[in-house]
């Protein structure tokens, strides 16, 4: 089944549930994250070993600009080339020439499953199940900072109850619980 879509580039970025796409079953297999162009597939690493449930994706500029898809789901790891590295539940694939690419963290990720992701004013924002981000009361709706994952704003005590969607629109971030 797939959860989420988004644009990165000229690629069609999918996340699901699902490990081999193409019926065969090798060690090339993407585990519930890949992207098509139109005429083939690529694959993140070997992917996340968990429901993928939220993608967004941006692109940085500048020296050392990236390509970068965050996802979101049920997933504790993500699996690069060399084996699987923590995410708890929200990981970032980057892209970035003469840099090989591969997943890393966002901060300490969350205690509970992540099913909305979008990008507001520059940030990236999610939203689901969880409460809490390295000891950060959350309430189902963060925003990461560059260094950690904090509440929308400074008087914000976030939300009683599961965030399923977010959606950006002129200067307004909208929710739909």
């Known amino acids: ?23 065969v079953l090798d060690s090339s297999n993407t585990y519930n994250i890949e992207a098509w162009n139109g005429v083939v597939k690529s694959r993140f690493g070997r992917g996340l070993p968990g429901v993928v449930r939220a993608l967004t994706s941006f692109n940085t ?12 789901g049920d997933f504790l790891t993500a699996d690069g080339e060399l084996g699987p590295i923590t995410v708890n539940r929200v990981a970032q694939w980057i892209e970035q020439i003469g840099v090989p690419p591969a997943w890393s963290a966002i901060g300490q990720g969350f205690n509970d499953n992540v099913y909305a992701l979008e990008r507001f004013n520059g ?28 509440p929308l704003t400074s008087t914000d005590i976030g939300l009683n109850n599961h965030v399923y969607a977010l959606k950006s629109y002129t200067t307004n971030l909208g929710n739909d619980l």
């Open 1 to 23: 089944a797939i959860y989420a879509v988004n644009v990165l580039g000229n690629r069609v970025v999918m996340g699901g549930s699902f490990s081999d796409s193409d019926g």
């Open 61 to 72: 500029s500048g020296p050392g600009a990236s390509s970068v898809v965050v996802a979101g």
């Open 123 to 150: 940030n990236t924002i999610a939203g689901g199940l969880f409460t809490s981000s390295a000891g950060t009361t959350l309430n189902r709706l963060a925003r990461w900072t560059g260094s950690s994952w904090q």
